[in-house]
């Protein structure tokens, strides 16, 4: 079995990365993540790219206060 090494205080670099920021533009929207999945994955096929490395999802959840800002 392969063991993981888990390193503190490190950075990850990302070069030529496909994003789909779910903003407050699409606050009102329903969103499925899988169809955005399925979008990416067939922009990479179809412009001839391939991708190295997994997928890597990341979520974030901000409660804005009264006045707007995260708490």
């Known amino acids: 079995m392969r063991n993981i090494k888990i ?3 490190k950075s990850l670099k990302l070069s030529n990365v496909l994003k ?3 903003g ?6 329903e969103i499925n993540i ?3 999945i ?3 994955d067939s922009y990479i096929k179809t412009h001839g790219y391939r991708q190295i490395g997994p997928l ?4 974030d959840v901000c409660i804005a206060d009264c ?3 995260c708490q």
């Open 7 to 9: 390193n503190e205080n």
């Open 38 to 40: 399925q979008k990416m």
């Open 67 to 69: 006045q707007g800002s």
């Open 34 to 36: 899988d169809l955005e």
């Open 56 to 59: 890597i999802q990341f979520s």
């Open 20 to 22: 789909y920021d779910v």
């Open 24 to 29: 407050a533009a699409n606050e009102d929207c």
